[in-house]
């Protein structure tokens, strides 16, 4: 049995990981600890709210005397730091929030954490940890930067982030990275592709394509559209996470993708044929949209974002070849079983977008090119 620290475990992934563990692992304890901002959601979790083996706790990471409080009352074995302000835009319009969630939240997790497990010193000074305890930091591939046309991003490639967001999570690895070296610190960094499924905030691509073609919103597409993402389902990436988790070797890097390469525009051509077709076919007759609105005609072309990356794609030879595990699912069958948790959980999708999404929505993508 397990006791672990799932921190930012109320947003999209985090609470996808909790769900995971707790039904693959009944017998490890999952304590949760969220700050609930704009992305962190509760409804994520009330499928196991019940769960005895489960234990939520508001905080905020970069709160020092919180965080070493919890360290005090819960003897952790595992730290798995989900937590992080993650949006891109987001960080183009305010920094300052993203350096101290990312980065100095995750020097106040890798302290606390040192301090609970550390038992002495070894011969050449080096701290000394309790036996099978592990900080894994959750990481991006958006940390290496952008590629050409080929090429893959592997756990060697240089570390060049080209955005805010970015710029913080690959300042907060090499502190954990750090943390490993000087102080012997048993971690592992896991990297990443786009994650999609269920219990995505709609400012990301996939649910908000969505929710706006139920709308017969316009459908705002960055530039062009050719940029190009890895697209990996979030329960594949739990899995992943899970593996480095209990099986990486120590102070280890390992990326993981889904082997899915898609241009944008792709996507949205996608939505929009499953869309049409889920509705068309009948299978949600409580949406009352008229289908037959449902066209290329919804897309529009908006101003690029800033220092948007072309294309990203992971190498994920390490942990498959190491650890033995593989993506289960394929990109056409990830996209119509996450369209079909989108259509069957417009509840869901109408708590979540608040007046201060819709305002957020509006400020974002009122430039046409």
């Known amino acids: 049995m397990k006791t672990i620290l799932v921190t930012g475990g109320a947003g999209f992934i985090g609470s996808n990981f909790v769900k995971y563990q707790l039904n693959t692992h009944t017998d490890d304890i999952i304590v949760n600890l969220d700050a609930l901002t704009y992305a962190g959601n509760l409804e994520n979790l009330a499928d196991v709210e019940e769960n005895p083996n489960y234990v939520f706790v508001k905080g905020d990471i970069a709160d020092k005397a919180f965080v070493d409080a919890l360290f005090s009352e819960y003897n952790f074995d595992y730290v798995v730091n989900f937590a992080a302000e993650s949006h891109v835009d987001r960080s183009i319009e305010n920094p300052e929030i993203f350096v101290k969630t990312n980065i100095l939240g995750t020097q106040i997790l890798l302290n606390a954490a040192k301090n609970a ?22 990481s991006t591939d958006e940390v290496y930067g952008a590629l050409g046309k080929t090429g893959m991003f592997t756990e060697t490639t240089p570390i ?7 710029a913080s999570k690959a300042s907060a690895d090499l502190l954990v990275r750090a943390y490993g070296n000087t102080f012997k610190f048993p971690m592992n960094i896991t990297r990443c592709s786009n994650n999609y499924g269920p219990n995505q905030f709609p400012e990301k691509l996939i649910p908000l394509m969505i929710a706006n073609v139920i709308d017969l919103k316009e459908l705002p597409i960055y530039g062009d559209g050719m940029q190009v993402r890895d697209w990996l389902h979030v329960k594949d990436h739990c899995s992943g996470i899970d593996t480095v988790l209990r ?17 944008n525009i792709q996507i949205v051509d996608l939505i929009i044929e499953n869309v049409k077709k889920r509705l068309e076919e009948g299978a949600y007759p409580d949406i009352k949209t008229d289908y037959t609105k449902i066209s290329d005609d919804l897309k529009i072309h908006v101003e690029d974002r800033l220092g948007h990356d072309r294309r990203y794609a992971i190498d994920n030879t390490k942990i498959t070849t190491e650890l033995g595990w593989e993506p289960s699912y394929t990109f056409e069958e990830g996209i119509v079983e996450t369209i079909d948790w989108y259509l069957s959980h417009q509840d869901w999708v109408a708590q979540v977008k608040s007046g201060g999404y819709q305002e957020y929505y509006e400020k974002m993508y009122s430039k046409k090119k």
């Open 117 to 138: 497990w550390q038992t002495g010193k070894d011969d050449l000074g080096y701290p000394t940890y309790k036996e099978d305890v592990k900080y894994l930091q959750v």
């Open 160 to 166: 060049t982030p080209n955005s805010p967001y970015s």
């Open 247 to 263: 099986h990486g070797r120590l102070n280890e890097v390992y990326n993981i993708g889904g082997n899915n390469e898609k241009a």
